[in-house]
Nanobody, 115 residues
Framework: QVQLVESGGGLVQPGGSLTLSCAASGNTFSIYTMGWYRQAPGKQRELVATITNTRYTNYAASVKGRFTISTDNAKNTVNLQMNSLRPEDTAVYYC?????????WGQGTQVTVSS
């Protein structure tokens, strides 16, 4: 089993910045993909960004150029730097880790962008 613990959510004004962090522990493998999905009220969960252990990244079109994902292999952590936040970025953000075809999820952290 893999445990994921997220931190860093909160309330921010439009145009502001937040950084989300996620730490993985347990039976972690060296080959993996980690990333973030989000779910707004009444909407389906959607991809935000992912990164592999080789640091290949993938971003949703709606966040490209504003969000940056990074990973620390030694610490089994993934961070999401979110800049120029918009009200439509408001959602619960979930950390995920994929290894050996198994998906693991964190409990989610709320991000609210509002003035």
């Amino acid at each position: 089993q893999v445990q994921l613990v997220e931190s860093g959510g909160g309330l921010v004004q439009p145009g502001g910045s937040l950084t989300l962090s996620c730490a993985a522990s347990g039976n972690t493998f060296s080959i993996y993909t980690m990333g973030w999905y989000r779910q707004a009220p009444g909407k389906q969960r959607e991809l935000v960004a992912t990164i592999t252990n080789t640091r290949y990244t993938n971003y949703a079109a709606s966040v490209k150029g504003r969000f940056t994902i990074s990973t620390d292999n030694a610490k089994n952590t993934v961070n999401l730097q979110m800049n120029s936040l918009r009200p439509e970025d408001t959602a619960v953000y979930y950390c995920t880790r994929i290894q050996s075809t198994r998906w693991y999820w964190g409990q989610g952290t709320q991000v609210t962008v509002s003035s």
